[in-house]
């Protein structure tokens, strides 16, 4: 399954709490990505990070935040101050940089549903 | 940034149809334009993708045609078949030399998505 995996695959939360997703990769990509996506939105970029111990914010990274202290993992937290986190969250990566060619194929974990109770 | 405006968002077709989805986009630095499939409960997965270096590119029953002037692409699928229905997301990116910092490297905008059906 492309070797991204994410956890867990149902994920229901309390307001006023913060939750954490997984987001593993055996692929050796530098890069990883978060998406958030809604019904008839798309893909909004929520953060990326090109390489370890570095990360940028994307188009809606209000209420999120996120670390990358290992290669292989990219977790995101949903915050407390997200007013509005129920959405179908994705994890990508790709070979970055170091991959050689400019532009190349994101890989897409399963996702995870988070719904706030 | 980058902005992509994807048409229509929805598409109903008859098998052995055509179906064409068009994007626009916003920032003349990009360069690559990649296809996304993502079938009901899945991951997104590339299906075709381009680069501002060429206009057209085919694989199979799938063809994607890049008009730079004009800053649009399109997806055509020919000879649909029922499990050609899905939603399909169009991407662009800018190459990291153009982006803010440098840190856009892969950074991909998709458009809203279209969900096509093919009716058997």
């Known amino acids: 399954d492309g070797g991204i995996t994410q956890s867990p695959k149902y994920l229901f939360r309390k307001e006023g709490q913060n939750v954490t997703l997984s987001c593993e990769q055996n692929l050796n990509h530098d890069a990883m990505y978060w998406y958030r996506q809604d019904p008839g939105q798309g893909l909004r970029l929520i953060y990326y990070?090109?390489?370890?111990?570095?990360?940028q914010k994307g188009d809606i990274a209000e209420g999120y935040s996120v670390s990358r202290e290992k290669k292989e993992s990219f977790p995101l937290t949903v915050t407390s101050a997200q007013k509005n986190p129920t959405a179908f969250y994705l994890c990508?990566?790709?070979?970055?940089?170091?991959?050689?060619?400019?532009?190349?194929?994101?890989?897409f974990g399963p996702g995870t549903r988070l719904t706030v109770l | 940034g980058e902005n992509v405006e994807q048409h229509p968002s929805t598409l109903s077709v008859q098998e052995g149809d055509s179906a064409v989805i068009k994007c626009t986009y916003s920032?003349?630095?990009?360069?690559?334009f990649p296809w996304y499939k993502q079938e009901l409960g899945k991951r997104p997965q590339l299906i075709i993708d381009i680069r501002s270096n060429v206009g057209e590119k085919k694989d199979q029953r799938i063809a994607v045609t890049l008009n730079k002037t004009a800053k649009h692409f399109s997806l055509h699928i020919t000879e649909t078949q029922p499990e050609d229905s899905a939603v399909y997301f169009c991407?662009?990116?800018?190459?990291?030399?153009?982006?803010?910092?440098?840190?856009?490297?892969?950074?991909?905008?998709f458009g809203q998505g279209t969900i096509l059906t093919v009716h058997p």
């Open positions: 920032d003349s630095a990009s360069n690559y």
């Open positions: 990070s090109q390489i370890v111990n570095d990360f």
């Open positions: 990508a990566s790709n070979p970055g940089l170091a991959g050689g060619p400019l532009h190349s194929e994101q890989f």
């Open positions: 991407a662009a990116s800018i190459p990291p030399a153009l982006g803010a910092g440098g840190t856009s490297y892969g950074k991909l905008t």
